[in-house]
């Protein structure tokens, strides 16, 4: 048997009533022509924003009322005095020079003066304050550490200034291993120096470059390599050499000039450290101890009881 065409039957209704509203002008028909052209686009186009920093080089700031002032650290004039003597390990020091330095948060002044004869100074009509004070003679004397102290307004401060020899040719030395051990190879390395004081009051070494070094001393020390030898070019010369028995062995640096250093302070030299032997068993442990003696072996061994 035939299904009903459901489908069709709703298509033709519906053609029906599309035709029937468009009779009576319900819906506008279809009619055949051209189709009218769209409208022109909008004429305006939105802009583009652009962000520039502003320019403020034509901007002038007005000023404001006030001064500008300037600190100057000042030693005097005031109703204090520093005086003293400055001796050096000679006695008392002809034309050295005192500098005595006023300390301040905002920076510092100095008053100079050279020594008389009998080594005797006066800084006066100065401020009061904290002071830091030097003294030297170039090239061969000064006071490396300077004397610090307060300075009340109307104090006469009296100061003894101890300055210490620091000139001609000084020896420096470094032994590695320290102490040295004997038998075994050690290396010695000197600096040949030419120490001054300068027109500042500091004191300046140099190296001495090609002086002629030889080493001397005890004959328990072997030299293995070139002796004597010359300084480079920063007054630096080196050796290997070995220490052959226990104890303090003197070694000097002589120069080709005659003078002779001797090393101070140098470590004596040692045994090399003993083995250390150990031996365990079920109850005992025995070990050696390091001494200053020659090395030995000790072996201790125990054994227990067996129950």
């Not at 005659?258 to 090393?263: D, K």
């Amino acid at each position: 048997m035939r299904r009903p065409d459901h489908l069709g039957e709703r298509a033709r209704r519906r053609v029906l009533w599309l035709a029937g509203a468009a009779s009576l002008g319900l819906i506008p028909a279809c009619v055949s022509g051209t189709v009218a052209p769209l409208p022109p686009p909008p004429t305006t186009i939105p802009g583009v924003t652009a962000t520039t920093a502003a320019d403020f080089t034509g901007v002038s700031i007005g000023g404001v009322s006030g001064q500008t002032t300037t600190t100057t650290v000042a030693v005097g004039p005031g109703n204090a005095t520093i005086s003293g003597t400055v001796n050096g390990p000679q006695g008392p020091v002809a034309g050295a020079t005192v500098d005595a330095q006023r300390v301040t948060d905002a920076g510092t002044a100095d008053a100079t003066v050279t020594t008389a004869a009998n080594g005797g100074f006066t800084i006066g009509g100065i401020l009061g304050g904290r002071y830091r004070v030097r003294a030297w003679r170039a090239p061969d004397m000064a006071l490396t550490n300077p004397v610090v102290f307060f300075l009340s307004d109307n104090e006469n401060h009296q100061l003894q200034l101890q300055m210490q020899q620091y000139t001609g040719t000084q020896v420096q030395y470094a032994l590695a291993p320290s102490p040295p051990v004997v038998d075994q190879p050690a290396n010695l390395e000197v600096q040949v120096t030419q120490t001054a004081v300068g027109n500042d009051g500091v004191v300046r070494s140099q190296g001495t470059p090609n002086v002629g070094v030889t080493l001397t001393g005890s004959s328990n020390w072997t030299v293995q390599t070139p002796n004597p030898v010359t300084t480079d070019s920063n007054g630096q010369a080196g050796w290997q050499l070995v220490c052959t028995s226990v104890g303090s062995q003197p070694i000097s640096v002589q120069l080709d000039t005659g003078a002779v250093y001797p090393l101070q302070g140098m470590a004596p030299c040692v045994y090399p450290p003993p083995a250390t032997t150990t031996t365990t068993s079920p109850f005992t442990t025995s070990t050696t101890s390091p001494g200053s003696s020659p090395p030995t072996s000790t072996t201790t061994t125990t054994r227990g009881k067996r129950g």
